[in-house]
């Protein structure tokens, strides 16, 4: 079994900041691809950010430049840090990976969500 715990989500006003932060633990064997998705309210999950196993990261065109996501130095954990929040980043944010476990199979799997309001 394999558990996503994020933490980080809040309360913000616009131009703030929060750091999100994903945990997975279980019988992994590695960790390849990471991400943060986000829903907001009435919309579709969108990808923000995602990261490979060697570092490569890609986002979404509307908050490069606000957002860095990266890997702790335990290799498992993932970081999205937000800057200069806008009341558009409203929404709940997902941790995503895509890990192999030691039974040799390999699946995505999601951490239960973190809501983070942007709002004065």
């Known amino acids: 079994q394999v558990r996503m715990v994020e933490s980080g989500g809040g309360l913000v006003q616009p131009g703030g900041s929060l750091r999100l932060s994903c945990a997975p633990s279980?019988?992994?064997?590695?960790?390849?691809?990471m991400a943060w998705y986000r829903q907001a309210q009435g919309k579709e999950r969108e990808l923000v950010a995602r990261?490979?196993?060697?570092?490569?990261?890609n986002y979404i065109d509307s908050v490069k430049g606000r957002f860095t996501i990266s890997r702790g130095n335990a290799k498992n954990m993932v970081y999205l840090q937000m800057d200069n929040l806008k009341a558009e980043d409203t929404a709940v944010y997902f941790c995503?990976?895509?890990?192999?476990?030691?039974?040799?199979?390999?699946?995505?799997?999601w951490g239960q969500g973190t809501q983070v309001t942007v709002s004065s």
């Open positions: 995503n990976a895509r890990i192999e476990t030691w039974s040799g199979y390999e699946s995505d799997y």
């Open positions: 279980g019988r992994i064997f590695a960790v390849n691809a």
């Open positions: 990261i490979g196993s060697r570092g490569e990261t």
